[in-house]
C-alpha cells in the first residue's frame, strides 16, 4: 500500500472494489471520516455489501471483468481529459517512446507483439523504450507520437468504450457514466481520490494486471503520492504485509530480492550483475544482499566464501514452487513431508479436496496452531477411512499473539509491537520457540557433517538473548533491523557505530560485511538510545494528533518511518506543493541544507521519500518514483501477460471474450492434476451456467478456525449459505433458507440459500447471466453444540488454476450449477 | 418486537384460583354480614375455600418465580403504583383474613362472630383485589391487547365473583349444605355476576375492537368463543334460568362456570404468550 | 445525581460488524446460543438473556430502486421513564446516580414482569440464573472511568458514549448534516427529553422511520393505566357488591331451596 490508512480521510473520492467494510472494518473508519467531510465513496462489487451499504453509489460487477472497467475508466479520462497533464507528462513514463516494432493488443486481437504460442509465453525484446545516444530513454513531451507510451495506452483502451463495459461487465451504461464522472473529476492540483483493493482483483488469473489497470488509472489523475491519493493495497491476515516484507515466499528473500535461480545466478557475482538496475534506489542492492547473507550466516561469511552465497538454496526453475505447485506435487508424490504452520489448506486453499487427497499421500504432517484443525485432523475428513491414510500427524500446540512477544506489520507497512499478556500453557510454545528448537536439533543431528553445503546451516545462529530455549523477541527485530558487525569509523576515525550497535537507515549498508540486516527495509526501527540501551520504534505509542496527522510517533512504517510512498509527486516540478489543500512534503529553499554552506531541504508532513537535500532542479531532483529504475511511474510496465492490461475471461466464464478473440490470458497457469482432480467446466457450459464468486464474512476468519471454533463469533451467522438473488431463486423454484447443491466439475457442497435482493442477475452482452455468493469460512471441525459451526468445504469447488505472474489462485471468478436439495 | 414474560400455566392456575378465592371470600362477607343465620352455611363454605385456595395461590406464585427462595424480595419492596407488588402483599395479607375468618367460621360465641363480620368486611376488599390485580397488571404491560385492555380488571373481577360463587355452591352441593336458603342466594348472586361479565366482557370485546384479535380470531378463538362466552357463561345461565328447578343442573352450571373462568384466565394469558 | 451518562448510537455510521455485540458478549461473559435461521446476516432474532446488543439487518429496496441496507445496533434504552423499573416488585431494577437503568441479579427474584413491561423487547429471562437479563450499560466499567464495552468496540464511532446533553447537541448537529447530505429522512430517536418516555439514555440516529427498525413510534410507558383500570375494576366491585347484596338482602326464600 502507497499510502496511509489516516490518510483516506483527506480524499474527496473514494472507489472501494474490495468488500472493506466487512474485511477491514478497523480501517474502514477512515472512510467514514472521509465521508464525515464530504467526500463521495463508490463501491464496485458484484454483490451489495456492507461496504455498498455505506456507499453512494453501489457498481454491480461480473466477477472477473476487472480490466475492463478500468480499461473503460482510463479511456473515459483520456477521452475527456479528465487527466492530470502535468503529472502525467513529467512523473510517468507516459511521454517515453517505445520501440516501434511494439503493438498493443488492439492490433493483434488480444495479443501483444511476440507471443509465442509455442511456449505459451511472450518474448518480450519488442517490450522496451527506444533509447538515445546515451542510453536514455526518448520522450516526447507533447506525448503526441505514436509510439509513446502515453499514445499507445490511449490506443490500448480505445476499445473500452461505454458499450463496451456494459456489455462486458454488466454494468449500466448510465451508471458507469456517473461512476466515471466522479471519480475521474476529482483529480488534478485540488483533489485526489483512492482506490481500495484486496483480492477482488488478486483472485485472477489476471491478478496482478488487475492491480496494474487500477495503478494506471491512479497515475493518470495523478493520485500517487499525494495526500488522500495512492493506492489502498488492502491485505489479508494481520501480519501478511510482514510476511511479504519477510518473504515466507518461494521467490524472493527478505526485502524484496528474488531467490536465486540455480542456473542463471551461479555466483554471487552474477546475482548481482543480474539483478541490479542500473538506475533507481535498487543500485544498492549489493549492500543490502550482503548484510542479508551477513544476518543469515553471521561470522562464517566472508568475502572469500562470497558471505555465503552458495548455502542458500537456489531455485531449479522461476516458478515451481508456489502453494498451488506444491499441491500438486505433493498429490503426485514428489513432496513427502510438510510442516504446516499456522495454515489450513485442508479448507482454505484452492481446490481443497485435492489438497486433502494430496497431504493423505505423505510420510508424514506436522501442524502447529493454537486449534486442532481440519488438517490436523486430515485422517478424519469426511468420506475417508482413517485406516486408509498412511499419513504420520504430529500436532504442536502454538501460542497465538497473546501469548508471545512480537511484532506485526500491517497493511499500511506499519511495524507494530505486541506484548506478552499471559504465559502460554503447558507445553505451548511460540512458533520462533518451535523454529529455533527444531534449528538446534537439527545442527546438533548434522554437527559432525564436513559436507560443505550443511556449513551455512551449521553456522547459522539461532540464538536471541541469553536464554537458548526461549527466543527474545526484540534480539529478532534489532536482527532484521541490521547492526554493525564490527567497529564502524568515519574517515577521520571516529566510530559512528560499535560492534553490534543497531543501524539507523539502510543508507549505512555496506555490501563489505561490515553490516549485517535481515530485511533492508525495516532499518531504523530499533535504534540505540542516548542511554546506549535498545529502543524498540515498532512500540511506539504516541497516536497521531492535528500537528501530526499521519501518526509519525505511533509504530514503525518502513521504509523509514515514511508513511505516503512516492511523496515527492505531491509537489510540483519545482517542489512547491500541487495545492494549499493538497500539501504534504515541499521544497524549503530556506532551510539549512546538509553541508554548511548549503540551503534548501524537503520538508514538511511526512518523511521525504527522496534524498531530502536533492533539490527540484537538480538531477533527477523532480523524479519521484525512486524505487524504479527509470525514476518515473510506468504506464508502460512489461508483466509476463503483456505491458498494458488486457481484459480476458475467466477461464471458466459463461461467455466469450467480446474484447478480442482471445478468450483467456494467454500465458494463465493451468496444472494438468491426474485422477480428475482438476476438471474445468468449458465456456458457455450449460451445466455449469453461473458465475461463482467466494468470500470472507466479518464475523468469521478465513478457514474458520479462528471464529468456527470461538463460539461468540460462530453464533452469529445460522450455517455455511450461499447468497442468491430472487430471481434465480425463482428460476429453481428456491425459499430462503432451502438446503441447496452448488456443484462445479471439481466439487459440489451442500449449503444453505439466503435469497437476497442484494444479488442481481447481470446483463451480459444482451443475455442474462446469473451469479452467487459463497463464503469459504467453513470445514468439518467445529464446536459440538453449534452444529451450524461446522459445514462443506467452499473450496472443493474451486480449480487449480493461476495467474502468470505470481500463481494466485482464480477463486473470485469461476462456474458452478446450483440445484435445489441435497443432491 | 416485544417480549413476553412467558408465564404459563402455572401463572394461569394462579390467576383462576386466585379470584376463586377473592369471589369466594367475598360472598361469605357479604352473607355473613348481610344474609341470615340461615347463611351461615355459605359464610363458613366461603371463607374455608377461600383459605386453601390462597395458599396454593401463594405457592404457585412462589414456585413461579426463576429464583423462588426470593419471594421475600417483593416484600423488602413496597411499591403502591406496582400490581405486582402490592399483589404480592396482598396475597399475603388476603391470607391472614382468609385464616382468621376460617377460624373464626368454626365460633359459637356471637362476639367473636361479630368481630368476623366485621373482619370479612374489610377482607373482601383485599379479596376483590386479589380478584381483580392481575388483570391490572397484565393490562399495564407493553404487551399488545393485554395493555389496550382498560377491562381487563374488572372482567376478571367480573370473572372472579362468578366462579368463587360457583365454587362456593358447587361446594355447598357437594357437601350436602343445600339446605336452607343460602344455597339459593348464592346461586341468585351468580346469575347476577354471570349477566354482569357477560355485560363487561361485551365492553371489553366493543372497547378493543380489533385489538381482541389474538383471543376473537384465529387459534385461541373456539376455545375463547365455545369454552368461555358459550360454555362458561351462556349455558350456565340458560341452565340457571331455564332449569333452575331442577337440582341436579345446579351444579353441572357451577362446573361450567368453573371451567369457563379457567378458559378465560387461559386464552388471555397464552394467546399473545404461544 | 451524577450528570447523566448516555450512549447514542448513529446508524448512519454503522458498518454491522458486530463487534460491539460481541464485545458485549465477551465482556459481561455470556455465553453461547444457537442461532436462528433469520434469512439474512442478522442474528439473534431477539435480544436475549446472553444477546445485549444485536445488530438488525434491514434490506429495504429505496423508491428509486436503489438498494438500502440499513444497520443499526440495537440496545436496552435506559429510559428515563421505564417500564421495566417501574414493573419491578423487587426494586432489582433501579436507576444509577448516571441515570442508567440496571437489574440487580441478587435481588431479583424473576417474576419477569420486566419482561412483559418494556416497550421495546429488551429484557430477557435467563432460565439457569432465573433472572432478568438485559444490558447493564457496563455497570462495572463506568464505575471505573471506563466507557461500555460495545461503544470502546466500534470502529466507526457508531456508538457514542459520554454525558447525554453533549451528545444530544452532537447527535442534532449531525442529523441536520446528513439531510443536507440527502438523507431526508434521517432523524432522532429518545433524544428528546421532552418526548417519550423523558427521554431515552441510549438514543439513536435513524435514516428511515422509527418502525422501519422494528421500534414503536411513540412507545408508551407501560403503567400509565393504572389507575383508570383500578377504577374500573372497583367500579364492577361496587357493582358486583351490590348485586350479591341484594341477592342475601332478599328475606324471602331463595329460589334454589326446591
Ligand atoms: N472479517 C474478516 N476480515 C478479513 C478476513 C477474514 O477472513 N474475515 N481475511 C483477511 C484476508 S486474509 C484478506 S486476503 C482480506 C481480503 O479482503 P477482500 O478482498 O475484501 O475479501 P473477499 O471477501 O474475499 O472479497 C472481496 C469482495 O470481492 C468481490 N468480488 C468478487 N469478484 C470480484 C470482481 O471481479 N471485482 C470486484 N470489484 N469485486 C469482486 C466479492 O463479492 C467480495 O465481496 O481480508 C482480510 N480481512
Ligand atoms: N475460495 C477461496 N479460498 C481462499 C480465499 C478466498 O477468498 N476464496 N482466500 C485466500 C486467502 S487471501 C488466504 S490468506 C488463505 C488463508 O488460508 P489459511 O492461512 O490456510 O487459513 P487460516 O484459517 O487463516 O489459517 C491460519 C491458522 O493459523 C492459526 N494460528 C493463528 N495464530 C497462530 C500462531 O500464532 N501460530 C500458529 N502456529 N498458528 C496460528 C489459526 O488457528 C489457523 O488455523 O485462504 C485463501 N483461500
Ligand atoms: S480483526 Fe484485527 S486486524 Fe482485523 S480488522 Fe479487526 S482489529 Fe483489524
Ligand atoms: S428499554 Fe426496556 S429494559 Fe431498557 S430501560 Fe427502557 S423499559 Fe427498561
Ligand atoms: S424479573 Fe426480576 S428484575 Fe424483573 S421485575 Fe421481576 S424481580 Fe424485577
Ligand atoms: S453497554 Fe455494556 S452491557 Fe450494554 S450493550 Fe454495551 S457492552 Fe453490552
Ligand atoms: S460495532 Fe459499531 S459499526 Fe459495528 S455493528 Fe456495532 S455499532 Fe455498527
Ligand atoms: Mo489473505
Redo the contacts between chains.
Sequence with gaps: MTTNLIDLQHSDVIMATSNMAENHPVGFQWVMKAKERGAKFIHVDPRFTRTSAAADIHVPIRSGTNIAFFGGLINYAIQHNLYFRDYVVHYTNASFLIDPEFKTATDGNGLFTGFDAAKGAYDRTSWKYQLDGEGNPKRDLTLRDPHSVFQLMRRHYSRYTLQMVERVCGIPQAKFEEVAKLYCSNSGREKTGTITYALNLTQHTNGVENIRALCMLQLLLGNIGRPGGGVTALRGHANVQGATDLELLYHELPGYMAQPLRDAHPDLTAYMEKETPKGGFWVNKPKFFVSLLKAFYGDAATKDNEYGYQWLPKRAKADAYSHQHIFVDMYNGAIKGFLALGQNPAVGGPNAKLARSAMQRLDWLVVKDIFLTETAEIWKAPGVDPKTVKTEVFFMPAAPAAEKDGSLTNTMRLIQWHERAVTPPGDVTSDAEFVCTLARRLQALYAGSKKERDRGFLAASFKYGDNPKEPEMVEVLKEINGYATEDITDKDGKVVYKKGQPLNTFAHMTDDGKTAGGCWIYTGVTVEGPDGKLVNKANARKPADDKDYLGHGWGFAWPANRRILYNRAAADLAGKPWSEKKKLIWWDAEAPGNEPSKKGKWVGLDVPDFNPFLAPDAKNGDKPFIMRTDLVGGFFGPLNDGPFPEHYEPIESPVRNLLSKQQNNPVAKIWKVPDQQNELAPTGSAEYPYVITTYRLTEHHLSGVMSRYLPMLAELHHSHFTEISHELADELALKNGDMVTVATPRGKIHVRAMVTNRLKPFVIDGKKVHQIGVPWHWGYNGIAELPGSRGDITNDLSATVGDPNVYIQETKAFMCNVKKGVV | ???????ELMIVWYFFLGGIAGGAY??AA??DN???VR?RA?ARTGYLLSLPLVGMCGMLLIA?????R??L??L??F?F?????I??WMVGVFGLFTFVSSVLSFTSSEKMAALRRKIGLVG?LFG?FLA??T?????????PF??DA?????????SG?STG?AAVSLLMFVTGA????????????DR??MI?ELL?LAAFLFMLGSAAKPITTGHFAPLFWGGLVAMGLVIPLVLDLVG??V?AL?PIAAVLVLVGGFILRYVVLMSIQA | MARTLAMFTDTSLCIGCRACQVACKQWNELGLEVPDWTGTYQNHTHFTDKTFRLVRFIEEPKPTGDLAWLLMSDVCKHCAEAGCLDACPTGAIYRTEYGTVNINQDVCNGCRYCVSSCPFGVVSFNETTGTAKKCTFCNDRIHNGLGPACAKACPTDSIQFGFRDDLVTKAQKRVETLKAMGFKDAQLYGADSKGFLGGLNAFFLLLSKPSTYSLPEQPKLPQRNVVVDSLLSVGSAIVIGLGALLAFRDREQGDGNA
Design positions: 418486537m416485544l417480549k413476553t414474560p412467558d408465564w367475598f360472598t357479604i352473607a348481610f344474609g341470615t347463611d355459605v413461579d418465580l426463576g429464583v423462588p426470593r419471594f424480595n417483593m423488602a419492596a411499591k403504583w406496582d400490581p405486582m407488588s399483589g404480592a373482601l376483590f381483580s390485580y388483570g391490572v397488571l397484565i393490562s399495564n404491560s407493553a404487551m393485554w395493555s382498560r377491562l381487563m380488571g374488572a372482567l376478571f373481577l367480573a365473583a360463587m343445600t339446605a336452607g336458603e343460602g344455597w339459593g342466594k348464592v346461586k341468585k348472586a347476577f355476576s354482569f363487561v333452575h328447578r337440582r345446579a
